[in-house]
Nanobody, 123 residues
Framework: QVQLVESGGGTVQAGGSLRLSCAAS????????IGWFRQAPGKEREFVAA????????YYADSVKGRFTISRDNTKNTAYLQMNSLKPEDTAIYYC????????????????WGQGTQVTVSS
C-alpha cells in the first residue's frame, strides 16, 4: 500500500494556475500508476488525469485536456498536476490515487487514496 498526501490547493481567480503535489511514501512508488480525481459539491467524483509508471503515457479527461498536465518525479516519490487556465467549474476537492502497474480512468480500479486538497476558482 502507498500512503498519499496531496498539497498545493487554494483559491485562484479564473484564468490562473495552480500546481498540486501528491507525495507518496514507500519504496514501491515506481510500480504504481497515479490518477487524479476531483469531486465538486453535490457531484460524483470524476476522473481528471492519469500517468503511467515511467511517466511516458498520460491520460486526461476531455474537460481538462490542453489545460492540465500530469507528471511525476520518481526520484522524489511525487506526482504533480499542473492546472492552467482554471475555470470556476474546476472548483472541487482534488484527490490523487494509485493503481498497481496499469493506468486506468476508472475510480474503482484505484486502491490507495490521499485525503484531498481543495481547489477553488473564483470568477
Amino acid at each position: 500500500q502507498v500512503q498519499l498526501v496531496e498539497s498545493g490547493g487554494g483559491t485562484v481567480q479564473a484564468g490562473g494556475s495552480l500546481r498540486l503535489s501528491c507525495a507518496a511514501s514507500g519504496r514501491t512508488f515506481t510500480t504504481y500508476t497515479i490518477g487524479w480525481f476531483r469531486q465538486a459539491p453535490g457531484k460524483e467524483r470524476e476522473f481528471v488525469a492519469a500517468i503511467s509508471r515511467s511517466g511516458s503515457s498520460t491520460y486526461y479527461a476531455d474537460s481538462v485536456k490542453g489545460r492540465f498536465t500530469i507528471s511525476r518525479d520518481n526520484t522524489k516519490n511525487t506526482a504533480y498536476l499542473q492546472m492552467n487556465s482554471l475555470k470556476p467549474e474546476d472548483t472541487a476537492i482534488y484527490y490523487c490515487a494509485t493503481r498497481f502497474l496499469v493506468p486506468s480512468r476508472a475510480e474503482a480500479d484505484y486502491d490507495s487514496w490521499g485525503q484531498g486538497t481543495q481547489v477553488t476558482v473564483s470568477s
